[in-house]
């Protein structure tokens, strides 16, 4: 299996995600109890800024891009994140920090924004779920 980050850059970026995804449930619920729900499919405000600086695009074109890449292991009947999602409900996040990082370097980035990247695009899919990425973005 190709890996593109370390063991320890994984579990940094794995907890940054349930960081992130925990912070995202906390403003959630904050702002139901305020009469103020969040849109179903709306995209975070902080990840979505994250992909813009980043790629220097909107982050809904972005994901698009993102969604033809990941196709295979995301929103194909079969794939790796795609079956574990449809048996939990969740995703692995190790699974998720290397095909995301594939088909983000398959798209041409590296380094430091390639770890940035893979987890604010983790973040957005887990958030709004596969099946609604798939949907919206493919």
Known sequence: MT??????EITTLSSEIDNQLSELRT????????GE??????????QSQTIEQIT???????LKKFARAAK???????GVLNTQWKKWADLNNKDVIDKFGIALVALGFSGNMLQILVVA???????IGVKAFCENYS
């Open 3 to 8: 890996t593109i980050f370390t063991p320890e």
């Open 27 to 34: 403003r959630s619920v904050s702002d139901s109890k305020e």
């Open 37 to 46: 729900p969040e849109e179903a499919n709306a995209l975070p405000v902080k």
């Open 56 to 62: 220097k695009e909107k982050p809904e074109s972005f």
């Open 72 to 78: 295979s292991d995301l929103c194909q009947e079969g």
């Open 121 to 127: 695009v983790a973040v957005i899919v887990i958030h």
